[in-house]
Nanobody, 124 residues
Framework: QVQLVESGGGLVQAGGSLRLSCAASGRTFSNYAMGWFRQAPGKEREFVAGISRNGDSTYYTDSVKGRFTISRDNAKNTAYLQMNSLNAEDTAVYYC?????????????????WGQGTQVIVSS
């Protein structure tokens, strides 16, 4: 089992920034690709960003490219999502996810472990 705990969400004005953290425990963190998903009210959960086991590959959905950065610190068992230039469309609950794989994937069904989510609200 892998336990994931997100933090760093909150209320921010449009144009502002937030940094989300995902602390992992339970298994060897460096064996897992990490991802961030989000779910807005009335919408399906969508892939935001993913990072490979050793951090050498990252992937982003088009809407966040150039604004969000995913990273990880395997020594601290933590993944991060730096979010800049936030806009109202970024408002959602953000979830951290892990999968026992060397690569990431964009389908939520392919990720086994999930955090409880952290709310991000961007006011316009």
């Amino acid at each position: 089992q892998v336990q994931l705990v997100e933090s760093g969400g909150g209320l921010v004005q449009a144009g502002g920034s937030l940094r989300l953290s995902c602390a992992a425990s339970g298994r060897t963190f460096s064996n897992y690709a990490m991802g961030w998903f989000r779910q807005a009210p009335g919408k399906e959960r969508e892939f935001v960003a993913g990072i490979s086991r050793n951090g050498d590959s990252t992937y982003y959905t088009d809407s966040v490219k150039g604004r969000f950065t995913i990273s990880r610190d395997n020594a601290k068992n933590t993944a991060y999502l730096q979010m800049n230039s936030l806009n109202a469309e970024d408002t959602a609950v953000y979830y951290c996810a892990a999968r026992y794989s060397s690569s990431t994937g964009t389908l939520a069904a392919n990720w086994r472990y999930w955090g409880q989510g952290t709310q991000v609200i961007v006011s316009s």
